[in-house]
T-cell receptor
């Protein structure tokens, strides 16, 4: 069984569109995250949620809005997509802070 | 702000040798440090975590050291195999009240030749 699953795996869309990426974890973890990996492979935190509550927002433009309907799901909605949003987005979860993170397989977003 | 650097972007070694990867950090004293493996097109996979009060940790052919004076961690793979070829990422904890966020280095791409 997949521990952290993201959909879709690939997403190609035009500038200005709105899109969503879904994430689900079946590990029973309380904390979930969104990370962005750019073309230089740098992996950078975007958001952290603990039991449906936003903990971290790392100065991400407000075009990005995470939504956590329950502690097993953390979705990412992006409005008015820009070329610079092209990257791989990873969802992750941890049982507690300070422990290993479990990552999804990533969503490669390409904005044309 | 915290800064984390991995010694090289790419490392090529011969099968059977020991691979040593370096992670240096500045402007920070992390409570723990983690190492992950990332294969192309996949998410990072956790390998080892070492806390600030631990000098060394081992798991099978992997060994991690943590020198808080030098602000450095070394990651060793002994008896390396072509299957060990991947990108290895080190990550620091983001600090207290930071929701468990990790700060990642840029990664070192390891290539093990038969």
């Amino acid at each position: 069984d997949t521990a952290v699953s993201q959909t879709p795996k690939y997403l190609v869309t035009q500038m200005g569109n709105d899109k969503s990426i879904k994430c689900e974890q079946n590990l029973g973890h309380d904390t979930m995250y969104w990370y962005k990996q750019d073309s230089k492979k740098f992996l950078k935190i975007m958001f952290s949620y603990n039991n449906k509550e936003l903990i971290i927002n790392e100065t991400v433009p407000n075009r990005f809005s995470p939504k956590s309907p329950d502690k097993a799901h953390l979705n990412l909605h992006i409005n008015s997509l820009e070329l610079g949003d092209s990257a791989v987005y990873f969802c992750a979860s941890t049982p507690l802070e300070g422990t290993e993170a479990f990552f999804g397989q990533g969503t490669r977003l390409t904005v044309v | 702000s915290q800064k984390i650097e991995q010694n090289s972007e790419a490392l090529n070694i011969q099968e059977g040798k020991t691979a040593t990867l370096t992670c240096n950090y500045t402007n920070y004293s992390p409570a723990y440090l983690q190492w992950y493996r990332q294969d192309p097109g996949r998410g990072p996979v956790f390998l080892l975590l070492i806390r600030e009060n631990e000098k060394e940790k081992r798991k099978e052919r992997l060994k991690v050291t943590f020198d808080t004076t030098l602000k450095q961690s070394l990651f060793h793979i002994t008896a390396s195999q072509p299957a060990d070829s991947a990108t290895y990422l080190c990550a620091l904890d983001g600090g207290g009240n930071q929701g468990g966020k990790l700060i990642f280095g840029q990664g070192t791409e390891l290539s093990v030749k038969p």
